[in-house]
């Protein structure tokens, strides 16, 4: 009888010392699960933040492109326009030279 309490004994010592092992790495699991939520948590807010971010510079990209169409196209009608007037020019000069000749011709220059 005195070796069953012995044994009981050292059975409930050794589930004691068991169920505080197994406390241990319960509370040791709950700290590393509630590291990673607060993790996760950072990581979240830090990719909605990247997100916004990488949004807005595309938005500025775009507006950038319009930008610049824009400008080239103004610059592209005021080549034109600077070629037109040219143009103009050569042919005034060219009628203004017919001219010179005709007066010469009849001897008035």
């Known amino acids: 009888m005195e070796r069953v309490r012995e044994l009981n004994c050292h059975c409930c010592f050794y589930r004691k010392e068991?169920?505080?092992?197994?406390?241990?790495?319960?509370?040791?699991?709950?700290?590393?699960?509630?590291?990673?939520?607060?993790?996760?948590?950072?990581?979240t807010e830090a990719n909605a933040m990247l997100s916004a971010r990488a949004l807005q510079l595309a938005q500025d990209a775009a507006a950038a492109q319009d930008?610049?169409?824009a400008v080239s196209s103004a610059s592209g009608r005021d080549q034109e326009q600077k070629l037109a007037l040219l143009e103009e020019i050569n042919l005034v000069q060219t009628e203004n030279g017919n001219l010179?000749?005709?007066?010469?011709?009849?001897?008035?220059?």
Do not use: F, M, S
């Open 18 to 43: 068991e169920i505080e092992q197994l406390a241990a790495e319960k509370l040791a699991t709950e700290e590393r699960a509630a590291e990673q939520a607060e993790t996760l948590r950072e990581l």
């Open 67 to 69: 930008e610049l169409r």
């Open 100 to 109: 010179r000749q005709q007066l010469r011709t009849l001897g008035k220059l």
